[in-house]
């Protein structure tokens, strides 16, 4: 059986480490150098870094910042932020990073997924989606989840499937910043509808919002910022428990 991964996020804002509720108020959490190495050495399994201005300055991904994260750290890395193109994802596998992420221009250019997926291989394509349920449909939205689109959400993880992503990013707009769980329904629908991996994101914040999202949101790895960026929740724990909860993870 495939082990459950944790998934520590390193969003960027010039230069540094933020999280915010609900994608704004940010408040700094550190240096993503240091937080790289600390996640890499507690037992993370990946590590993704999303650089949140990037779309929305139209602002290319910080390459120099991706190949100095990845010298420090020896597990998977995935990045995103900004991509747009093959040059684009050439230049940050170069740097070090292991995949990139792509959102709001895989949703303007829906041909860019099949691109990158026969250029680098599906391994190395996650497609991220940001969605909010507005009147009972889960709408997918673009930009740090500021513009909406008339996109399902399901209906597009489908086709993103179609088209060659690896796997899938899905943040909540409602979970995300509330610390109140995971959308462990929408995420359970997912990962039935689909057969790539489904990491879920947003909501995160205890122990057994990690435990309910394998169990009941069947997600196949969680992503999380600020409950391990500001130590409410140490990884080597987390791990113990998912483990003795009977969830296969890497310890």
Same mark, same amino acid.
């Given at each position: 059986m495939l082990t459950k991964r944790i998934i520590p996020?390193?969003?960027?804002?010039?230069?540094?480490? #933020? &999280?915010?509720?609900?994608?704004v108020d940010l408040r700094d959490a550190g240096d993503p150098v240091e937080l790289a190495a600390k996640y890499a050495e507690t037992g993370a399994d990946e590590l993704v870094f999303l650089d949140i201005s990037a779309t929305e300055e139209r602002r290319k991904t910080l390459a120099n910042l991706v190949l100095r994260v990845a010298e420090k750290v020896n597990i998977p890395f995935t990045v995103g932020g900004g991509i747009s193109s093959v040059e684009d994802v050439d230049i940050l596998l170069k740097n070090g990073a292991d995949k990139v992420s792509v959102n709001s221009s895989a949703v303007k250019?829906?041909?860019?997924?099949? =691109?990158?997926?026969?250029?680098?291989?599906?391994?190395?394509?996650?497609?991220?989606?940001?969605? &909010?349920? #507005?009147?009972?449909?889960?709408?997918?939205?673009?930009?740090?989840?500021?513009?909406?689109? =008339?996109?399902?959400?399901?209906?597009?993880?489908?086709?993103?499937?179609?088209?060659?992503?690896? =796997?899938?990013?899905f943040t909540s707009m409602n979970n995300d910043g509330t610390?109140?769980?995971?959308?462990?329904?929408?995420?359970?629908?997912?990962? =039935?509808?689909?057969?790539?991996?489904?990491?879920?994101?947003?909501?995160?914040?205890?122990?057994?919002?990690?435990?309910?999202?394998?169990?009941?949101? &069947?997600?196949?790895?969680?992503?999380?910022?600020? #409950?391990?960026?500001f130590k409410e929740i140490e990884i080597p724990d987390l791990k113990k428990e998912l483990a003795d909860q009977g969830i296969p993870v890497r310890i």
């Amino acid at each position: 059986m495939l082990t459950k991964r944790i998934i520590p996020c390193l969003d960027i804002k010039n230069g540094r480490t #933020v &999280k915010g509720i609900n994608f704004v108020d940010l408040r700094d959490a550190g240096d993503p150098v240091e937080l790289a190495a600390k996640y890499a050495e507690t037992g993370a399994d990946e590590l993704v870094f999303l650089d949140i201005s990037a779309t929305e300055e139209r602002r290319k991904t910080l390459a120099n910042l991706v190949l100095r994260v990845a010298e420090k750290v020896n597990i998977p890395f995935t990045v995103g932020g900004g991509i747009s193109s093959v040059e684009d994802v050439d230049i940050l596998l170069k740097n070090g990073a292991d995949k990139v992420s792509v959102n709001s221009s895989a949703v303007k250019n829906p041909d860019l997924i099949n =691109e990158l997926s026969q250029k680098f291989g599906a391994q190395c394509i996650t497609v991220a989606i940001d969605a &909010k349920q #507005v009147n009972g449909q889960w709408i997918v939205h673009l930009v740090g989840g500021k513009v909406p689109t =008339e996109l399902d959400l399901f209906e597009w993880a489908k086709e993103v499937e179609q088209r060659g992503a690896g =796997e899938i990013l899905f943040t909540s707009m409602n979970n995300d910043g509330t610390k109140d769980g995971f959308a462990n329904i929408a995420l359970k629908k997912l990962s =039935e509808d689909l057969n790539i991996p489904i990491i879920a994101s947003g909501g995160a914040g205890n122990i057994q919002h990690f435990v309910d999202t394998f169990k009941e949101g &069947k997600a196949d790895a969680a992503l999380a910022a600020s #409950v391990f960026h500001f130590k409410e929740i140490e990884i080597p724990d987390l791990k113990k428990e998912l483990a003795d909860q009977g969830i296969p993870v890497r310890i």
